[in-house]
């Protein structure tokens, strides 16, 4: 008898997220009670827009870990605020190092794509979700007048999350550690 597939229930979404600085987590956080607002779930940084797949947990997990092999930590530059149409965020400046990480993020599959990944993937902590036009030019006038605590934060690891009926879980932390040490090929010094 076989034990069948412990796959998520069909709608379950998944991220690769990067949680920020307890410093800024806070401030987000004080910031969004302030002005009576939210995102989605704790303050975050997406690497790949929430997706589904038909991979198991232990499959998706696999298929993280082998996508992020080699992968070392980076810096995020914070630029400043940015409002779209319903959405207040902290823009974040688009690296190289952090367009590279976002390309090996969307390796993880199969799986759905977003339409906010690859080329129009804008990394991001979003402050205010669903924000009502009446809302929209005071909120953007108050956030003007809030400054981070930091200008840039250092992501030393991603974690993968699963999303079903808006509880958000974290299903694994995946250290970025860079490339492995090859001892192998070294050869001590000679003493003088």
């Given at each position: 008898m076989t034990t069948p597939r412990a796959d998520p229930a069909p709608g379950a979404l998944h991220s690769i997220v990067a949680?920020?600085?307890e410093a800024l987590d806070?401030?987000?956080r004080r910031?969004?009670?302030r002005l009576n607002v939210s995102g989605f779930g704790l303050p975050h940084l997406n690497l790949r827009a929430p997706f589904q797949t038909p991979l198991s947990g232990p499959e998706l997990v696999?298929?993280?870990r082998e996508a992020l092999r080699g992968q070392s930590e980076l810096t995020v530059q914070v630029k400043g605020w940015k409002q779209l149409q319903g959405v207040i965020f902290l823009e974040c400046h688009l690296s190289s190092d952090l367009r590279d990480l976002h390309e090996r993020?969307?390796?993880v599959g199969p799986s759905s794509r977003a339409q906010y990944d690859g080329d129009l993937y804008r990394p991001h902590l979003t402050l205010a979700l669903g924000v009502l036009p009446w809302a929209a030019g005071y909120l953007w006038n108050e956030v003007q007048q809030c400054e981070p605590p930091v200008t840039s934060f250092s992501v030393q690891a991603l974690?993968?999350?699963r999303e079903e009926r808006g509880e958000v879980q974290e299903l694994h932390t995946f250290p970025l550690t860079?490339?492995?040490t090859d001892t192998r090929h070294t050869r001590e010094a000679a003493p003088s």
């Open positions: 949680w920020p600085p806070t401030w987000m910031t969004q009670k696999r298929a993280c993020c969307l390796q974690s993968l999350t860079g490339p492995p």
